[in-house]
Nanobody
Framework: VQLQASGGGLVQAGGSLRVSCKAS????????FGWYRQAPGKQRESVAV???????NYSDSVKGRFTVSRDNVRRTVYLQMTNLKAEDTAVYFC?????????WGKGTQVTVSS
């Protein structure tokens, strides 16, 4: 299983950014994927989850600002981030549980300048 996140960058507060996660080595369509983030000195936290059926769930800190989606043909999960805040600065990872194991991709850095 390989997960490759991309699309991070530097953005001003109030701006928008979309990060992507392309998966391989897995039956993409039947799996639930999650977006997570880890800021310096903090623990990794769950940001958003999307099920195989497209049901979504968000942490309170991003609800109403972030949108998770998936494209089963492109085998890619997206996280659209709007109204970004300085506290959203972190490395963003995607993850999936597959056959009893958790897999994480290399993250992508999102930096929000205030």
């Amino acid at each position: 299983v390989q997960l490759q996140a991309s699309g991070g960058g530097l953005v001003q507060a109030g701006g928008s950014l979309r990060v992507s996660c392309k998966a391989s080595g897995i039956n993409f369509g039947i799996n639930t994927f999650g977006w997570y983030r880890q800021a310096p000195g903090k623990q990794r936290e769950s940001v958003a989850v999307i099920s195989s059926g497209g049901n979504t769930n968000y942490s309170d800190s991003v609800k109403g600002r972030f949108t998770v989606s998936r494209d089963n043909v492109r085998r890619t999960v997206y996280l659209q981030m709007t109204n970004l805040k300085a506290e959203d600065t972190a490395v963003y990872f995607c993850g999936v549980d597959h056959r009893g194991r958790s897999y994480w991709g290399k993250g992508t850095q999102v930096t929000v300048s205030s």
